[in-house]
């Protein structure tokens, strides 16, 4: 079990991963985990990824690393790159990391994402591999292999039945965008606007996280 509440921005340049730890939950927002980061020459490219795995890593359960909530705010390159490398994709039955593996994924029971993803075009094959577990999960909504974890999707909106929440007793969350209109992105346009506003309420202490991937002005005028 975390021992900590806390919130980690991890320097990695123009990108944006975000995590978020109370209790025994861990959230884990956005990613942009290069190439570079594997080198260790490269000084200017930081490694974030064994402190991930670390506050990832479960004592107890199926699983052994774990990212409770993986939120995409919005599918664009520097904020979808690496997620292949660094967390399983496909059927969570499939999941069995090698005890002698230096490089584990890790599992996410819960994908939240805004309605541009779902129907999105793969737009490089950087986010193709992420786009791909988008479809594959919300092809599973309505059925019993849907609710397991490692399959489960929110596809959230203001204009949508849900809106805020709890997980567990260790966070509260209320989305603040976007809405069916903002979600809307045309072919040649930015999908920017479309991206997920969450407020983030740690439950033990009260204190408050704004997280708002690549929002844009008219969005952030309206909130």
Same mark, same amino acid.
């Given at each position: ?152 999707? &929110?596809?959230?909106? =203001?204009? !949508? #039945?849900? $809106? ?11 989305l603040l965008a976007p809405n069916d209109t903002e979600a809307k992105v045309n072919k040649d346009e930015s999908c920017n606007k479309s991206s997920l506003v ?8 009260? &204190?408050?996280?704004? =997280?708002? !991937? #690549?929002? $844009? ?7």
């Amino acid at each position: 079990m975390h021992n900590i509440s806390q919130v980690t921005f991890f320097p990695v340049e123009n990108g944006n991963t975000v995590l978020l730890e109370a209790g025994d939950t861990t959230i884990v927002t956005d990613i942009h985990y290069r190439q570079c980061a594997a080198n260790e020459n490269d000084d200017d490219c930081y490694d974030f990824a064994d402190e991930l795995r670390a506050a990832c890593k479960r004592k107890t359960g199926k699983y052994e690393y774990v990212a409770d909530v993986f939120v995409s705010t919005h599918p664009e390159e520097d904020h979808v790159r690496g997620f292949d490398t660094l967390f399983h994709t496909g059927p969570p039955e499939n999941y069995e990391p090698d005890p002698e593996d230096d490089d584990p994924k890790i599992l996410i029971p819960e994908l939240w994402v805004s309605p541009y993803a779902v129907s999105a075009p793969s737009q490089s094959e950087v986010s193709e591999e992420f786009l791909k577990e988008v479809h594959c999960r919300n092809d599973l909504v309505g059925t019993a292999s849907g609710r397991k974890d490692g399959n489960r999707i &929110k596809v959230l909106s =203001l204009d !949508g #039945d849900e $809106t805020k929440g709890s997980i567990g007793n260790d966070f509260s969350w209320t989305l603040l965008a976007p809405n069916d209109t903002e979600a809307k992105v045309n072919k040649d346009e930015s999908c920017n606007k479309s991206s997920l506003v969450i407020r983030w309420q740690f439950q033990a202490t009260g &204190k408050r996280v704004l =997280l708002g !991937g #690549d929002a $844009t002005v008219d969005v952030w005028e309206r909130i």
